[in-house]
């Protein structure tokens, strides 16, 4: 357990259907993030959050969009998803300290498949 | 730019065997390095760290690594693998300066032999 939760876990989409995933971290962090993992592919930065504001947005499709109400919570919602957007999404948290790297801690992932 | 190699995507080593994971990393000045472990199904764990100071880093699970600067390596050893172990390891490196940003090896799937 690692302060970092993740729902759903499992998702199974049509590529018309519109779905969120949430993600919540109880660690006190002030920066978020979301990771793609397809297979055989490193992970993908996608998104950061940083004080509630996206910093980061790694050249992804507008069919993802990311939203941080707070700074406790990170959305990412999909729409007109393709299959080959199927793939584990990681959310991960950490402190946010200007000019440091500070440590990041993931949530278990969505599965997502996009049929 | 950054970048970071794990030459081995698959390693089998027999239960009790030690073990080596290879990192490589390329960046312009001292990183900081992370390795992480990936069980099925799950997210990922912080193994060990290094920012600074001492190059050889203890972890979690008895797990060490060694900041190479000349070589701008980050090997993942463990003594003695537990069946346990099987899993996938990834190398990171993160930059100094700028906001929190990881690049990630492909990662180092490991199997255990009983």
């Known amino acids: 357990e690692t302060g970092v939760t993740q729902t759903p876990r499992h998702l199974v989409m049509g590529m018309t259907n519109k779905k969120s995933l949430k993600c919540e971290q109880h660690?006190?962090?002030?920066?978020m993030y979301w990771y793609k993992q397809s297979a055989k592919k490193p992970l993908e930065l996608m998104f950061v959050?940083?004080?509630?504001?996206?910093?980061e947005n790694n050249s992804v499709p507008s069919r993802f969009s990311p939203e941080c109400p707070n700074s406790s919570h990170l959305f990412l919602h999909l729409h007109t998803l393709q299959p080959e957007d199927s793939a584990l999404y990681l959310c991960?948290?950490?402190?946010?300290?200007?000019?440091?790297?500070?440590?990041?801690?993931f949530g278990p992932g969505t599965r997502l498949l996009v049929l | 730019a950054q970048s970071v190699t794990q030459p081995d995507i698959h390693i089998t080593v027999s239960e009790g065997a030690s073990l080596e994971l290879r990192c490589n990393y390329s960046y312009g000045a001292t990183p900081y390095l992370f390795w992480y472990v990936q069980s099925p199904g799950q997210g990922l764990q912080l193994l060990l760290k290094?920012?600074?100071?001492?190059?050889l880093v203890q972890g979690i699970k008895g797990f060490e690594a060694e900041f190479k600067r000349s070589q701008s390596s980050f090997n993942l050893r463990k003594p003695s693998v537990h069946w346990s172990d099987a899993a996938e390891y990834f190398c990171a490196v993160g930059a100094r300066g700028g906001y929190n940003k990881l690049i990630f090896g492909a990662g180092t799937r490991l199997a255990v032999h009983p």
């Open positions: 660690l006190g962090h002030n920066a």
């Open positions: 290094y920012f600074s100071g001492d190059t």
């Open positions: 959050y940083s004080l509630e504001e996206r910093v």
């Open positions: 991960a948290s950490s402190q946010e300290v200007t000019g440091n790297q500070e440590t990041q801690y």
